[in-house]
Each structure stands twice: as structure tokens, then as C-alpha cells.
């Protein structure tokens, strides 16, 4: 067996590099189907790495809760919220919360003014807890204190990125930034925290949470984000429960009814991305079953051609001692490697082609190549190979071997 | 025991209505050693013969015996490995793989038998010194002359060791000094212990041999033991 694999290799190889050019075009197929699915799985592959990490850089026991609209909800201009109340129902109620905080995100004003400098950023308020669950502190300054938020002073803590946006000092403490036509001084410079999924961590204005609530008017309508952390993280599933049944008590859910919000922990952030990342690769895989298919019929295309041009060939075999299966072997074989040939050079050609398109992006994660794609193009170029190579082989070795001689 | 023995053997094609009658009949037997011409016109019946008796085709009715095996009852499979070790085929077009060097060529039929690369070179080169072609053994076909073709076939041929060399107007393509220098060496191989088959329509070629058969629409008309003319 081993033998014979051998001298069909041979003499593949050697009836592939005689027709180089007719071969590369034959095998091209092949080496798209695989360069594509190739790139970018590593593509999605290096996203969904950096994204897991970055998500469990987020802390395993953030709960973040809500609130959840409908689709159809949200077209009859029925909204859902979560309001102050939810939060002191929480605090009072649920056991086993280390820190809890309240987010509120400014609406429509978005703007962050000093001098004659304009910036958009993200601005929301919160209190003083927000540094422990969302480990975020100052590196200048200090944060918002609970006073400030009592007080509803007129302070604010700013991201790197605001900073360089407002061309403000390296030290910009003292300075005032103008947001919503009110003056707030700057009392703390955050920590920068880089980048993730192309957005910036470091683009933020963070209010006490009072400030914003009176920044905001009407306090009825607004609607407030939770984030806490668990003291135990084995105790998370619990929270979370408590958390639901209070809350679904509280917005007089009936038996039946969904949930009006949605508590989300990190992990399932990950599984979220992943989820969209799994969908990506199936939908390509896909398309590219469909490359891999065309680029099979051309290689049995080209395989026929190629049975009918060496008739003469294989009638002289024949009359020298080839038996069916020598034919059979020397032409599944040859077709074998066309594709196995062609998935390899796809494989280089769609490592080059996802670390180029990886670099070009900026701040997109390294690829890297998981063994299982490389096992996987490689096996299915070959038995992409394989089953469009046996019609050619078994035609070539069925020929009778005076017809075949006779051939011209 | 007859080397080759055939028994009534005929085979008959269908063009349309038509029965071919391409060997009607035949009776023969051939000894290890002999020099046997089969002569004819075109159409006589000796390319089928020449089939035949190579293996390459089934006859319609009758029995041949090779080395006491009947062929008859043979898979394809089986014929190709008798093919393979008791026959030398040597073409009049030569049948060279034109991709491949003399030496390529002249191993090939080791392929068929498993023999391993190290060893099948040994044996090509064994067989093409012996058709003085071993300054060659690197080209293709189509660097060769149509004499060294020739002896490149041959030396295909007898890498084998087959019992019986049959050639199909081995000299057709040739020159007239191509042709006596091939001849030559067909007369040498048989003197060598050789059994030798050839098939023509020249009579100069046939002369060579020792026993001529002439063949005429299917029929063996004449087969008679001849003197032996020209020189080895």
C-alpha cells in the first residue's frame, strides 16, 4: 500500500509540475475556498480570544442589570425602565452584594465644552461606589465622593481621552468643562483602560449621580442601569434570582409576563460575542463549502481532460503489466494532491491575507489559527480531491487496454 | 509442453451485421527459444493474433495455454500480471511514456511488480547497457532517434525476463540501417535464449527468423521452418 501511494506520488508530482500553469489554475479553487475560510477564521478567532480576555478583565462577579424593551414594545411607545426605587429595593434587600451602584446616562447632551474646544464623550452619572465595581479609579485627582453626590456639587471626573480631546492640561484638575450649559469642575483624571471592540474606555465624563438626576428634570421618565459586584461568586446565581423575583414583584410582572429587564453577568457578555462570532464561521464555512465544491468539479474537469489526453498513455501501462488499481491510484492520487496542493498554498495565502487585514485595522487583535481549521481545509481539500477524483481515475482505469493503445 | 499453445482459437467482431472473422480457427504451437515470424497483408488476421497472444484481448472461442496456464479464464487483473512477467512487448510506434527519461520508461514495468526504486535502476540499467544505450538512459523519447527508441522498447521489454519478446513490425518506423541493426539485435536475444515473436508484412524482416507463418484472412496458410539467412 505504502509502496504504491510512493509511485503514484511520483508520478503525480511529475505529471503536475509538466503541466504547471493548467495545474495552478486547476488547484486555484481549492486555494481560494481555503484562503478565505482560512483568514477569516483567524480573523474571528483573534477577536473572540482578545474579547474573552478583555470580558473577563471586566471582574466574573459584575451583574449588570437593565432595563429590557420589546421590539414590538418599543414601536407602540411603550418603554420599560428601571428607576431609583429598583435600586433601593435592591440594596435593602438583596444579600451578598459587595458594592452597588447606579449609572445614569445623559440622554441627548453629549457634549463636552472647554473653551473653544467642543468634544462628544460619554457622559453618565453615578456614585462614588462605581470605582469598586467597575475597579476604575483616579490617577490625578480623586473620584466623586458621596458628598458630591448629596451636595449635587458641580464636579466631574474625566477620561484620557476627553483630556486630549479638550486639549486640556496634563494635570487638568481645577480646570471647568462646560456640559448642558452648566459648569462642572474637574476634580480627578481617570486611568486609561485602552480599548475594546474599537471603542474607547477612556472617552467618558462621569458626574456625581444627584448632579445628573437634577441635570436631567424630569426624573420619572429616566431610566437607570445597575451595576454591582457579588462578595461570593458562588453566591451569583442566588443574587441574580433574588434580583429577578424582587424586580418582577416590584413592575407587577404576572406568572406569564417576560421580564421588562435583563441582569447580565460577564460571562454571558462572552457568550453573547461568541454566539455572533459561531454564527460568522458557520455562515462562511458555508459559502466557502460552496468554493470548495466548484473548485472540486474543476478539478475533475481537468482530471477527465486529462484521462482522454494520456489514453495512449494508460494503454501502454496497461500492456506492460499496469493493473486497474495502479491506474485507479495514480490518477486519484494525482487528483489528491492538485487539492491537497492547493489547500496548502491556501492556507499561506489566508494566514497572509488575516494578519494583513488584521494590521490594517487598527487596534484589531493578532490572529491566530486554531489546529482544527488547519486540519479541517487540509482534510477537506483532500477529500474534496478524492471523491471528484474517482470518476476520472475509475474511467481511466476501466479503459480497454487495446482501445486505449490504439487511441490517438 | 509447448511454451505457447493455441487451440481452435477465433475471434470474430461485430461491425453492424457483419461478423468479422479476424482469426478463424487458428491451430499453433510455439516452443521456448523458437524465432517465429507471422506474416501477412493487412487485414490477415496477425494484429489479432499478435493480441492475443500479448494478452491484450480475449479470443471469442478456443483455448491458449501460456506456460500451461489457461489465459482464457483470466481476469482482466491477471492478465496484466502475465503481461507483466511473461511478456515483452516491442511496438512498431515504440509506446514510449514521453514524459519520462529512457531509464523511467524502462523501469516502469518493475512498478507493476513492486520492485523498489534502488533495485528497478539496477535492472534498467542492466537492460539498457545491454541495448547500448546506457549513455542515454537521461533523455526523453523525443531526444532519442527513432533506432534508440526502438532499444529503449526493447530494453522495457527484457527488463522483465519474460518468457516470450513479441514484437508488433518493430522495424515499420525505421530506416533500412536502423532496421538491420535492430534485427541484429533481435537475432542476438534469441540467440541469447530468447523466445521471439515478430509480426510484419516485410519479408526482409521475416527472413531473420527460423520459422515462418503466414497468415491470410484468419487462417494460418503456411508455417514452415526457413534457413537461416544474413549474419549475426
Redesign the interface.
Known sequence: MWFALMESSRSALSSILAHGFRSFLTTLGIVIGVASVISVVSLTEGLSASIGQQIQSLGTNNLTVRSYTPLEDRMKGISARLSNDDLDLIESRVEGIASITPILFAHRASQVKSGSNTAFSQIFGTTYAYQDVEQLYAKKGRFIARSDSLTRRRVCVIGETVRTNLSLPEDPIGEYVEVAGEWFKIIGLLDSKGKMLGFDQDDLVILPYKTMQSLMGNQRRSDIQIQLTVADQAEMENVRERIRTLLRAEHGLKAGDADDFRIQTAEQLSETFNNIINTVTVVVGGIVSISLLVGGIGIMNIMLVSVTERTREIGICKAIGAKRHHILMQFLVEALLLSLIGGLIGLGLGYGLGALIAMSIPSFPPISIPLWAVVMALGFSGLVGIVFGILPAAKAANLDPIDALRYE | MSLIKFQNISKHYHMGDQVVRALDGVDISIEANDYVAFVGTSGSGKSTMM?IL?C??HPTTGEYHLNGNNVEVMS??EL??I???EIG?I?QSF??????DALSNVM??L????I?LKERKVLAMDALSRVNLEDRVDHLPSQLSGGQRQRVAIA?ALV?KPSILLADEPTGNLDSKTTIEIMKLFNELHSEGHTVIVVTHEAEIAKHCHRLVEMKDGKIFNDSMQQKVGAS
Request: aromatic share 10%.
Open positions: 493480441n500479448g491484450l484481448d482482466a487483473n496484466a500480471e503481461r507483466n512477467r512487448f511496438f509506446n514510449l511514456l514521453p514524459r519520462a516502469q514495468p512498478i507493476y511488480r513492486g523498489h522495457r522483465t
